[in-house]
């Protein structure tokens, strides 16, 4: 029994788990001793005593099994959230196995891991989440491995040749994960268009359209016929315009405003009727189903529907007919929508308008408002009107967040650089109309108890809430108790750092104390934008659940039932695929950012301490939307323990690094493909600026 003290002595310190070779060494335990450890682990495994999780051995009292699903994360490291709901499990890389992004896992879980959180190992994988997974292909001693792109090990997977495939050493190729054979080599990460094909398989996402829905696409009537004009208001006298981005292809969403003789001001807002040409059950609507969203890439794009609806027969071109759902609303001085009027409609638009267009006349630009005089009042207009709409929004707690989104720019078909993208008032102004569009219909449809699918925000976690009330104190900021805050306390926060060093930062916490927000055919509000009642209706050419919402207007506009297809089954599948295309957008922008800095090695930059890992400081550069590590071991030789949850502190002299602090590093390392980046502090900085 003095051995079975030891060994459980051993195991306490050790809440993770041991191998039994590991065990051994730790007990100092000779050959035939270590014949004997098996025959007692397993013994104290029948007694319940311990646990086994794949090769290792755990304290049974302090573990237990728990399902959820594994996240993984680009800096060696997952998350599993529980099924059963709670906290978040911390996965070291180490301890990841064979899990990828997405799977449902097992984990035996202790809760005193990293910070006093819970911790675990990944025990099996019960559901994978894909049948194939991408990765780098390495070759050692004449045997092929594998590095997946989406798991948190760092170890590579020994994969099986298949004929025809002769894969190289850092190509990336494709898996099946059943047999660990080759299904595709899809080339080196620098060879054209791989970038975007790695990210489209990755993602699941569809690059072609099926021939059936193709046909029924092409079968669409080129023309609006007298039958279609039916039951629908006319508004093609009015001058509607569409305001979009230079590159835009579908225009879902024109605007057209009056003031009216008691001082409010009439603004329409006209959605494409994408339902009247994409009907339940066909092959259009199983795609669009699928797909659920377009994904817009840097140089691509994949649309929801068929180039013939997207970009011809549903987009609203100018000075042509196109057929409508309208919002009309009536708006006073203070912002209030007094009354909403939904429609089937017809409009056509007198111009195809863009964000620069619309905001040098707004500037004043005397070239510009000479261009489109005739609807320089109404852009004026506009322009008063979506101030009534911020201000009010703000009132009522509204949350505006300002945070500038990369945008790529290429010469001569290289990239060059990477500058924000513009955001500029005529943005805005289109952003305040659709939000109000989107309040008006949710209301409609919320009152009167139709189903629906709803753009749902929930309120932060009360944790994540205190966490960062404490973060913002260092920046002379505060918050009221976790449980009193409201949007219009973070709001302040928002508006107090707009216009400094910190905003960025400051708004970029503030995002992450919040939860993501989602479909759902339940009504529970949004917290954000502090609305009782949301839903996305104004761009049904590229978001499946506006096309639902579409139809479920219509149906009560005509006086008859709602869609009785169930609704909860969309709903997940659309946050789904919306976060897929996310990822997939921000992933191929990430892969394209780091495959120019790579040219740039040894280089110094400016950036600033976003987080802070067990492996060190994660360093956000300033000009490059993209963040790297900065190893502890590359700080200055002094050994650092974190003190709270933004502050390191080095043991022998005493220096302190912080979130938010701002630092100059050099870059020695870059992985476009892994998505990663490695720093050394810059001489001249030697420690925060």
Request: proline letters at 5%; hydrophobic letters at 40%.
């Amino acid at each position: 029994m003095a051995v079975d003290k030891r060994i459980l002595s051993l195991l306490k310190k050790y809440p993770l788990g041991l191998t039994v070779t590991r065990i051994g060494e730790e007990l100092h335990l000779g050959r035939r001793e270590r014949t004997k450890l098996v025959e007692d682990l397993k013994r104290l495994q029948r007694d319940g005593v311990v646990r086994r999780a794949r090769q290792h051995f755990v304290l049974a009292p302090q573990s237990g099994l728990v399902r959820g699903t594994f996240l993984a994360t680009r800096r060696g490291f997952a998350f599993v959230t529980r099924a059963e709901g709670g906290e978040d499990i911390f996965v070291p890389g180490r301890f990841a196995g064979d899990a990828l992004h997405g799977d449902q896992v097992e984990v035996f879980v202790t809760e005193l891991g990293r910070l006093g959180k819970p911790e675990g190992r990944v025990v099996r994988v019960l559901k994978r989440e894909t049948a194939k997974f991408l990765g780098v292909y390495k070759e050692r001693g004449g045997r092929g491995y594998v590095l997946p792109f989406d798991s948190a090990s760092p170890e590579e997977l020994p994969v099986k040749a298949a004929a025809g495939l002769v894969p190289r050493d850092e190509m990336i190729v494709e898996t099946d994960r059943k047999t660990m054979a080759l299904t595709a080599v899809l080339g080196h990460a620098d060879d054209p268009g791989v970038d975007t094909e790695v990210v489209i398989r990755r993602r699941g996402l569809a690059a072609t359209f099926a021939a059936a829905t193709l046909a029924e696409a092409a079968a669409v009537p080129e023309e609006i016929g007298e039958g279609d004009l039916a039951g629908r208001r006319d508004f093609r006298d009015w001058p509607t315009v569409t305001i979009d981005g230079e590159h835009a292809q579908d225009f879902d969403d024109a605007v057209g405003v009056r003031r009216l003789e008691n001082g409010h001001v009439l603004l329409g807002v006209h959605i494409a009727d994408v339902a009247h040409y994409v009907k339940p059950g066909t092959e259009l609507d199983a795609e669009a189903y699928r797909r659920a969203t377009s994904v817009y890439f840097p140089d691509l794009t994949l649309p929801m529907l068929p180039e013939k609806l997207s970009n011809n027969l549903c987009s609203l071109r100018p000075r042509v007919p196109r057929l409508t759902m309208s919002v009309l609303m009536e708006i006073d001085e203070q912002g209030r929508v007094v009354d909403a009027q939904f429609t089937p409609s017809v409009i056509r638009t007198v111009e195809r308008m863009t964000y620069t267009s619309v905001f040098k006349v707004l500037q004043g630009d005397e070239e510009e408002k000479g261009r489109y005089a005739s609807l320089v009042p109404d852009f004026f207009l506009m322009q008063e009107l979506a101030k009534r709409l911020r201000a009010r929004r703000r009132e009522e707690g509204g949350l505006d967040f300002d945070l500038v989104e990369p945008e790529l720019v290429y010469r001569e078909g290289l990239l060059h650089g990477v500058v924000a993208a513009e955001r500029n008032e005529a943005h805005m102004l289109i952003e305040d109309f659709m939000v109000a569009a989107n309040v008006a219909v949710a209301d409609f449809l919320s009152r009167r108890g139709v189903p629906s699918l709803y753009r749902v925000h929930p309120a932060p976690a009360p944790g994540d809430l205190e966490k960062l009330r404490t973060l913002i104190a260092a920046f002379g900021l505060a918050l009221p108790e976790a449980k009193r805050i409201r949007s219009k306390d973070l709001q302040r926060v928002l508006e107090a750092v707009r216009g400094k060093v910190e905003e960025k930062f400051i708004s970029i916490q503030v995002l992450r104390a919040m939860k993501l927000a989602a479909y759902s055919p339940e009504n529970a509000g949004h917290f954000g934008l502090a609305q009782t009642s949301y839903t996305h209706f104004t761009s049904p050419i590229r978001r499946y659940p506006d096309l639902v919402v579409h139809r479920q207007l219509k149906s009560v506009l005509a006086g008859g039932a709602p869609e009785p297809r169930p609704l909860d089954a969309a709903a997940r599948h659309s946050s789904e695929r919306e976060r897929a295309a996310d990822d997939a957008e921000r992933d191929l922008v990430t892969w394209r950012i780091l495959r120019l800095l790579k040219t740039r090695l040894g280089e110094e930059f400016a950036g600033t301490v976003v987080d802070i890992t067990k492996a060190g400081l994660i360093v956000e550069l300033d000009d490059y939307f993209a963040d790297g590590l900065l190893p502890y071991q590359a700080l200055d030789g002094d050994y650092y323990v974190r003190r709270t949850t933004k502050t390191l502190r080095g043991r022998r002299r005493g220096r302190t690094f912080n979130l938010g602090d701002r630092l100059r590093v050099v870059l020695v390392a870059c992985d476009p493909v892994l998505q990663r980046m490695t720093f050394m502090l810059a001489r001249a900085s030697g420690g925060p600026a």
